[in-house]
């Protein structure tokens, strides 16, 4: 392992290639002027890594939570990320690793980090729906977000450990990947934690899968505020302690449950719903792409809201509020008061729903 940004292990490979610096800056600059679309990220990326002159690098956020937003992290706390995440999953030097996500973001921007810092032996393939589909060898590591987990169930004993990230993985995709000899984790961060600093394991599944919790990696505490927002402390990572939106319940420094988000919380006559934990009951009802949201009542402050993203039918609405109707495990105040077809819904620039934007595009 190394513990210099700029160094290249001496173990590092793409595609089967070793690469020392040199050559890497050479890869890069093809990337750029005569790779595919999805090459040209990842050699920028790379140019900027190996730049002596920058001691960071620029990264955008996806915007899911909030307006897209630019960061500068230092390349060492990079390497430091990349150092905790090797140590967790035990993937040091040699792992076979698939890069699959797009270099634009955090997710795929780290992979290549901990290639080039802990001596990855990393494939490359375009970031698509189904990655797996043309792949026949196998892989130590991978990082997928739901959307591609879900389209490769197929192929997925392809990987021997896989991270989930990027969004939230439903109920319905946890029962999926029971049976698989993959080790799969769903995985918690952002890009202002430098990619995922917490991690849970969902297969296999027992009684006390849904109550396995968050467990920080090396290096990383967590606690909650008065509002029981998350605390993270990463002093390798992070310059100071970043308080979240994400309401938690803490159960150790290093271990902790994930609610939901403090900015999509509904207040219906002074009960708390946490949308995300309403929408984990409702995933095993509803196929299509969803998503709970408060709005005004006069009486009630706010109500419960089902916005669910399919043609306007009169019968697949009736048979979906039947179905709520029916499930046992609401109660009064979760029961959406209305349920509203959507056509389509407003997306983040990763093809994440923009809860936000939907709801004003609607208002308007």
Same mark, same amino acid.
């Given at each position: 392992?190394?513990?210099?940004?700029?160094?290249?292990?001496?173990?590092?490979?793409?595609?089967?290639?070793?690469?020392?610096?040199?050559?890497?800056?050479?890869?890069?600059?093809?990337?750029?002027?005569?790779?595919?679309?999805?090459?040209?990220?990842?050699?920028?990326?790379?140019?900027?890594?190996?730049?002596?002159?920058?001691?960071?690098?620029?990264?955008?956020?996806?915007?899911?939570?909030?307006?897209?937003?630019?960061?500068?992290?230092?390349?060492?706390?990079?390497?430091?990320?990349?150092?905790?995440?090797?140590?967790?999953?035990?993937?040091?030097?040699?792992?076979?690793?698939?890069?699959?996500?797009?270099?634009?973001?955090?997710?795929?921007?780290?992979?290549?980090?901990?290639?080039?810092?802990?001596?990855?032996?990393?494939?490359?393939?375009?970031?698509?729906?189904?990655?797996?589909?043309?792949?026949?060898?196998?892989?130590?590591?991978?990082?997928?977000?739901?959307?591609?987990?879900?389209?490769?169930?197929?192929?997925?004993?392809?990987?021997?450990?896989?991270?989930?990230?990027?969004?939230?993985?439903?109920?319905?995709?946890?029962?999926?990947?029971?049976?698989?000899?993959?080790?799969?984790?769903?995985?918690?961060?952002?890009?202002?934690?430098?990619?995922?600093?917490?991690?849970?394991?969902?297969?296999?599944?027992?009684?006390?899968?849904?109550?396995?919790? /968050?467990?920080?990696?090396?290096?990383?505490?967590? !606690?909650?505020? $008065?509002?029981?927002? @998350?605390? =993270?402390? &990463? +002093?390798?990572?992070?310059?100071?302690?970043?308080?979240?939106?994400?309401?938690?319940?803490?159960?150790?420094?290093?271990?902790?449950?994930?609610?939901?988000?403090?900015?999509?919380?509904?207040?219906?006559?002074?009960?708390?719903?946490?949308?995300?934990?309403?929408?984990?009951?409702?995933?095993?009802?509803?196929?299509?792409? /969803?998503?709970?949201?408060?709005?005004?009542?006069? !009486?009630?402050? $706010?109500?419960?809201? @089902?916005? =669910?993203? &399919? +043609?306007?039918?009169?019968?697949?609405?009736?048979?979906?509020?039947?179905?709520?109707?029916?499930?046992?495990?609401?109660?009064?105040?979760?029961?959406?008061?209305?349920?509203?077809?959507?056509?389509?819904?407003?997306?983040?620039?990763?093809?994440?729903?923009?809860?936000?934007?939907?709801?004003?595009?609607?208002?308007?």
């Amino acid at each position: 392992m190394i513990d210099h940004p700029l160094e290249v292990h001496p173990l590092f490979k793409i595609n089967g290639q070793h690469f020392n610096r040199t050559e890497l800056y050479s890869i890069a600059y093809s990337y750029v002027k005569e790779g595919e679309p999805f090459e040209e990220p990842i050699g920028n990326f790379l140019l900027d890594w190996l730049n002596d002159d920058y001691d960071s690098i620029k990264v955008r956020t996806s915007g899911s939570t909030g307006d897209p937003k630019t960061y500068f992290i230092d390349k060492q706390k990079m390497v430091n990320s990349a150092l905790a995440t090797g140590k967790f999953f035990k993937a040091n030097e040699n792992t076979t690793a698939l890069l699959c996500l797009p270099a634009d973001y955090i997710g795929g921007r780290m992979m290549l980090v901990r290639a080039i810092t802990l001596g990855w032996d990393l494939d490359i393939v375009e970031p698509k729906s189904n990655p797996l589909d043309a792949l026949f060898k196998t892989y130590d590591f991978c990082a997928m977000t739901p959307f591609q987990v879900d389209n490769s169930l197929g192929r997925l004993h392809l990987i021997k450990k896989l991270i989930i990230g990027g969004g939230a993985v439903s109920e319905n995709l946890i029962g999926l990947i029971q049976g698989i000899p993959t080790k799969v984790f769903e995985v918690y961060g952002m890009t202002e934690t430098i990619s995922h600093i917490a991690a849970r394991k969902l297969n296999p599944k027992t009684d006390n899968t849904e109550k396995r919790p /968050f467990k920080a990696l090396p290096g990383i505490s967590v !606690s909650q505020n $008065e509002n029981n927002c @998350l605390v =993270i402390k &990463a +002093p390798k990572i992070l310059d100071h302690e970043l308080v979240t939106n994400d309401i938690v319940d803490v159960l150790t420094y290093k271990k902790f449950f994930w609610k939901g988000r403090l900015d999509n919380v509904i207040n219906s006559g002074g009960i708390k719903i946490f949308p995300e934990t309403l929408e984990k009951k409702l995933q095993k009802l509803i196929t299509h792409r /969803f998503f709970i949201a408060g709005l005004p009542h006069d !009486s009630l402050g $706010e109500q419960v809201v @089902l916005f =669910i993203e &399919a +043609p306007q039918s009169d019968k697949f609405l009736s048979d979906i509020r039947e179905a709520v109707d029916k499930l046992g495990s609401l109660d009064k105040y979760e029961k959406p008061k209305h349920i509203y077809l959507i056509d389509k819904f407003e997306e983040t620039g990763s093809g994440k729903i923009n809860r936000k934007k939907t709801l004003a595009k609607l208002m308007s």
